[in-house]
């Protein structure tokens, strides 16, 4: 079951502790789109969200954006914030996190993946060995089905369906 569980939990990106990543040696984030950094029926992505990229930036942190929404959306927010990105990427298979780190271009134990849903990207970043953060999503619904989720897991944590 420890493929399911994020490394670290925040209740938004704003809170990810940037220093804790550097002392980790963490040189890079790929991080997903919807309901991570803008809601998933937004299309423009806030002040406060590209602030936000600025800093880390500044940081030196390497980024790579990854969405498994249409190549237009995710194309967009890559080029407003000048990040390169994946589309339709399928998360949480390995071929879209595996260009992520080729993208990067550092090890998979410098990488930290954000993002807000546990069976496509915590599950998808820990089969590659990222440290991964998990955040509640921006968009209520969506925040639903993660509570939903989260129910799901502790049942087939019960019923002892995975043995790790
Ligand atoms: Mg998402």
């Known amino acids: ?4 569980y ?3 939990y925040y209740k938004s ?3 990810v502790d940037l220093k804790v990543l550097k002392s980790e ?3 890079g984030i790929i991080i997903d789109v919807d309901n991570t950094i803008v809601p998933w029926s937004d299309k423009k992505i806030s002040d406060e969200v590209f602030n936000w990229f600025q800093i880390i930036m500044s940081k030196d942190f390497k980024l790579c954006l990854i969405s498994n929404g249409m190549m237009r959306r995710v194309e967009y927010f ?6 390169p990105a994946i589309s339709n990427a399928v998360k949480p298979r390995k071929k879209a996190f595996k260009q ?3 993208i990067l271009d550092i090890s998979n134990n410098e ?3 954000i993002g807000d849903q546990i069976f496509t ?6 089969r590659m060995g990222f440290q991964t953060i998990l955040v509640d999503p921006l968009n209520k619904e969506e925040f639903f089905t993660t509570k939903l989720m989260r129910l799901l897991e502790k049942l087939v944590i019960k019923r002892g369906m995975y043995h790790g």
């Open 1 to 4: 079951m420890k493929i399911l």
């Open 100 to 102: 992520g780190l080729k």
């Open 121 to 126: 990207d915590i599950l998808g970043g820990n």
């Open 13 to 15: 990106i704003f809170d």
């Open 25 to 27: 040696g963490i040189k």
């Open 6 to 8: 994020p490394d670290k």
């Open 78 to 83: 890559s080029n407003q914030l000048d990040i």
């Open 111 to 113: 990488v930290a993946l």
